[in-house]
């Protein structure tokens, strides 16, 4: 039904870009980018300080972590799916890749919950002499990659093992990746909240 009223908006005479993203905004959606269609939730409005970035430059292929885990999207005959890949080696030093399916469907829903994150920007002053640790590395299906640091509390893009661009926080981002490493069978789910003591006792 969205779609349908995104394109009899787009149908109508002179309407212009700016109006499409309106109509997304006034739907409580984000425009997106290129490959991945702008139907993600706007999510909570932005705090003073805050910028929503895109991941999805393109439809994304797969994720690459420093421990030497992936989770890829392949074709398998006519179907496509998402696995999990880890490599171990034995006591000859052979590797050996480990792959597990994932379900498509979840991994879809990660796609469309994440493709659009929030970040506040560091300033001028901020997040200076730290080291540099890898975090996640992102290939495209257009071959292209976006690769992410962090120095403390702090995210950047990464270009030669350096950051290129400013910094950030992102703690929507770090939960992303925790989700996505829990789809992965990789982290365990955190535990949903104890009901406070002062909780009323269900009727039974």
């Known amino acids: 039904m969205t779609l349908a009223l995104i ?3 787009w ?9 499409i993203n309106a109509a997304f905004h006034a739907l409580g959606i984000e425009p997106g980018a290129e490959g991945s269609p702008g139907l993600q ?26 421990d030497g885990r992936s989770i890829v999207e392949e074709k398998q005959g006519p179907r496509l799916e998402w696995l999990a890949e880890e490599r171990q ?22 796609l469309s919950r994440h493709c659009q994150y929030v970040v506040r920007p560091a300033d001028a002053t901020e997040a200076s002499g ?4 890898p975090l996640v590395r992102v290939s495209f299906v257009d071959r ?23 910094r ?7 939960a992303a990746l925790d989700e996505l490493k829990v789809l992965a ?16 006792e269900a009727p039974r």
Do not use: N
């Not at 950030?168 to 770090?174: E, N, Q, V, Y």
């Open 185 to 200: 069978q990789w982290l365990s789910p955190t535990p949903a909240p104890a009901p406070s003591s002062g909780a009323a």
């Open 130 to 133: 730290l080291a540099i640790a």
């Open 89 to 110: 080696k034995d006591a000859r030093g052979e590797e050996t890749v480990l792959r597990r399916e994932l379900s498509y469907i979840e991994m879809e829903k990660w």
């Open 168 to 174: 950030f926080k992102s703690p929507d981002l770090m």
């Open 7 to 9: 394109l009899i908006i």
């Open 144 to 166: 292209s990659e976006l690769s992410f640091g962090r120095a403390g509390e702090w995210i950047g893009e990464m270009e030669q093992g350096a950051f290129k661009g400013g």
């Open 41 to 66: 939730p706007g999510g909570q409005p932005l705090q003073p300080g805050e910028e929503r970035r895109t991941l999805c430059r393109t439809r994304i292929a797969s994720f690459h972590f420093p």
């Open 11 to 19: 149908s109508s005479t002179g309407i212009s870009v700016d109006k």
